[in-house]
């Protein structure tokens, strides 16, 4: 009975070993020599100004929540340079108050443009120069009542951002 048990464990651990399966988007884009990433503050080529501050803040913090690397503001004397610029930020209705017919809903959509560098080679690790984010919020129609969400939606934005660019550098994707 022993002997059937160790059997079929060995077999079900060469047949699982054998498959070829394997999770994808693990492989660590960066070198095992970076120990510090700088990210200075965004370009914009954009009429809004708050996502050059909160991006860059986000990806810090998601940065320092995921990994063990110091992250300067400074990129001078980092391993490597996470650079990004916001190339264009537009807010369109998306929903209309039927009684007033002013906008109930507005999405934000940025187009950012993302490259992180290795500073003593001198290779880009990772490049994007399109990525595009989206995010809704809502407006009351009452003025008495009305709350500016347009904040928090900034807010829903660079962590999404910053998200979507960690994940990207540390696995792979």
């Known amino acids: 009975m022993k002997r059937r048990k160790l059997l079929v464990s060995g077999l079900g651990c060469l047949a699982g070993a054998s498959c070829g399966y394997h999770v994808a988007g693990k492989a660590d884009l960066v070198p095992k020599d970076v120990v510090t990433i700088g990210i200075p503050p965004f370009r914009n080529s954009s009429t809004r100004y708050r996502l050059t501050e909160r ?46 017919g002013r906008a109930a809903g507005v999405q934000v959509q940025a187009v950012l443009a993302i490259t992180f560098k290795h500073t003593k080679t001198g290779k880009t690790i990772y490049s994007n120069p399109a990525m595009d984010f989206r995010q809704r919020y809502e407006i009351s129609s009452d003025p008495l009542a009305y709350f500016d969400e347009s904040t928090s939606a900034f807010d829903r934005l660079s962590r999404d951002v910053a998200s979507t660019v960690v994940t990207a550098i540390l696995e792979n994707f």
Request: charged content about 15%; hydrophobic content about 45%; aromatic content about 8%.
């Open 55 to 100: 991006i860059p803040i986000a990806i810090t913090r998601e940065f320092l929540a995921r990994t063990k690397y110091q992250i300067l503001p400074d990129p001078t004397g980092a391993d490597a340079i996470l650079d990004g610029a916001i190339n264009n930020v537009v807010a369109f209705p998306t929903v209309y108050d039927p009684n007033t």
